[in-house]
């Protein structure tokens, strides 16, 4: 099939005349298909059944003695925080494991730089002006709505094959102040896919910013989510980098087990720079009296070591990996040669980003939702919700089962080739 580029008036015809039928014809079969969020499956969540008996009745002391089913412990379980230092590669003293949602750390993390003064500031981010985030493009929506919720400006950075891109972010940070940190999402970003490159990482850690309060909000939610574990994507451990480059205090990396475990009851880390820990520390105890221990405990007891998360991770790739092979062959089959679309195929993550004609992706978002096919928003993977080229769409197989993603693939490739040829056919008329 030559490119869509290429055809005639009359081909386009033909074939936007070919779609049509076939869009009845999801329309007749009622579908009520959903590939809106990256949520764990059933079978994914049974993975982790054992955490109900993980605990004997008798069993709720940490190995330091400590009685979790009490008051205490700010900074987590020793045994909890030395399982996410393993993790992550760095030291027990440098981690907190607190709640039970890294997003919940995030947005915390957010209001408390905005209230009070951080190590190596005199005020507050709020007491300074209006604040702006870098955010790269595209990016996570959650992400977006913490900073909108909080009256937090936003500026889009592009995202290359390697990461942001960071001519752009150098610049910005360099020259201005108000600029006091940017998302990221390293390893398996959402939606692209795409692991940051070394070098990337290294003029993160050690470029100059205009803001000596700024900070990277290093989301690392899928630095364990490889589908092929034998040959896992990965950064260079950002802490380290940034103190080697005399930016101790820049990084602040979030992580949990919401997709390792069962995502409303999992644990959730911090890791900093002590001077940000401590400061974490002093406005946390106006918050709490510490987090839930028990939960950290029944985690530890069946997680047990680094091995046995590798092992459950293996499961979780084996489960995974068949829907994204799914998601790819349709699009190299049924849009590749269209010529009008292009997206990554990822080595880990919970995301596809495909990239349509310009101008058509919110067509095609409400053409699937016609035939009960429901996708993100479209737009939702840029600040406010604005796409300047309405291209972007986010695929998110993980949750169906792989009869209907097959089904949900099938309506997506009629209704991105259809929103493409109409499109065409205007632009040409």
């Given at each position: 099939m030559l490119s869509y580029l290429n055809w005639s008036a009359d081909q386009i015809d033909k074939e936007i005349q070919t779609l049509q039928e076939q869009l009845?014809?999801?329309?007749?079969?009622?579908?009520?298909?959903?590939?809106?969020?990256?949520?764990?499956?059933?079978?994914?969540?049974?993975?982790?059944?054992?955490?109900?008996?993980?605990?004997?009745?008798?069993?709720?002391?940490?190995?330091?003695?400590t009685d979790c089913r009490n008051y205490g412990g700010l900074d987590g379980l020793p045994e909890a925080r030395r399982l996410f230092a393993g993790l992550l590669g760095i030291k027990q003293d440098q981690?907190?494991?607190?709640?039970?949602?890294?997003?919940?750390?995030?947005?915390?993390?957010?209001?408390?730089?905005?209230?009070?003064?951080?190590?190596?500031?005199?005020?507050?981010?709020?007491?300074?002006?209006?604040?702006?985030?870098?955010?790269?493009?595209?990016?996570?929506?959650?992400?977006?709505?913490v900073c909108a919720s909080l009256g937090i400006e936003m500026i889009p950075v592009s995202m290359t094959a390697d990461g942001p891109d960071?001519?752009?972010?150098?610049?910005?940070?360099?020259?201005?102040?108000?600029?006091?940190?940017?998302?990221?999402?390293?390893?398996?970003?959402?939606?692209?896919?795409?692991?940051?490159?070394?070098?990337?990482?290294?003029?993160?850690?050690?470029?100059?910013?205009?803001?000596?309060?700024?900070?990277?909000?290093?989301?690392?939610?899928?630095?364990?989510?490889?589908?092929?574990?034998?040959?896992?994507?990965?950064?260079?451990?950002?802490?380290?980098?940034?103190?080697?480059?005399?930016?101790?205090?820049?990084?602040?990396?979030?992580?949990?087990?919401?997709?390792?475990?069962?995502?409303?009851s999992g644990m959730a880390c911090i890791a900093a720079s002590q001077d940000n820990?401590?400061?974490?520390?002093?406005?946390?105890?106006?918050?709490?009296?510490?987090?839930?221990?028990?939960?950290?405990?029944?985690?530890?007891r069946f997680l047990r070591d680094q091995a046995g998360v590798a092992s459950l991770?293996?499961?979780?790739?084996?489960?995974?990996?068949?829907?994204?092979?799914?998601?790819?062959?349709?699009?190299?089959?049924?849009?590749?040669?269209?010529?009008?679309?292009?997206?990554?195929n990822p080595g880990g993550g919970y995301f596809f980003s495909l990239m349509v004609l310009p101008g058509t992706a919110t067509r095609v978002v409400a053409l699937c939702q016609t035939c009960g096919v429901a996708l993100t928003p479209a737009g939702s993977t840029w600040p406010y919700g604005r796409d300047p080229e309405d291209s972007n769409i986010r695929l998110a197989p993980s949750f169906p089962p792989l009869s209907e993603l097959e089904t949900a693939m099938q309506v997506i490739c009629v209704c991105v080739r259809l929103a493409a040829l109409d499109k065409l056919r205007t632009q040409a008329g």
């Open positions: 009845q014809k999801f329309i007749a079969m009622k579908l009520n298909l959903n590939m809106t969020r990256g949520k764990p499956c059933s079978e994914q969540l049974a993975l982790s059944a054992g955490l109900h008996d993980s605990l004997g009745p008798q069993d709720y002391r940490a190995e330091d003695g981690v907190m494991v607190l709640g039970n949602s890294s997003l919940n750390l995030m947005y915390d993390m957010m209001v408390r730089c905005l209230l009070f003064a951080l190590p190596g500031s005199e005020k507050s981010w709020q007491q300074q002006g209006r604040v702006r985030f870098l955010c790269p493009v595209p990016g996570y929506d959650r992400h977006f709505t960071m001519d752009q972010v150098e610049a910005l940070a360099g020259a201005d102040p108000l600029i006091k940190g940017m998302w990221a999402v390293p390893v398996y970003s959402n939606p692209d896919g795409i692991t940051y490159s070394e070098e990337t990482c290294r003029r993160l850690a050690a470029m100059r910013t205009a803001a000596p309060d700024f900070r990277l909000f290093w989301d690392n939610a899928y630095f364990m989510h490889h589908f092929n574990p034998d040959r896992p994507e990965t950064t260079p451990e950002m802490l380290a980098l940034c103190a080697a480059a005399g930016n101790a205090n820049r990084t602040l990396t979030f992580a949990s087990t919401s997709k390792v475990t069962w995502a409303g820990l401590d400061f974490i520390r002093r406005h946390m105890t106006a918050q709490t009296i510490g987090p839930d221990k028990m939960n950290q405990l029944r985690h530890v991770m293996r499961l979780h790739a084996a489960i995974l990996k068949p829907k994204f092979n799914l998601v790819a062959n349709y699009l190299e089959e049924q849009l590749g040669p269209t010529g009008v679309c292009r997206w990554n």
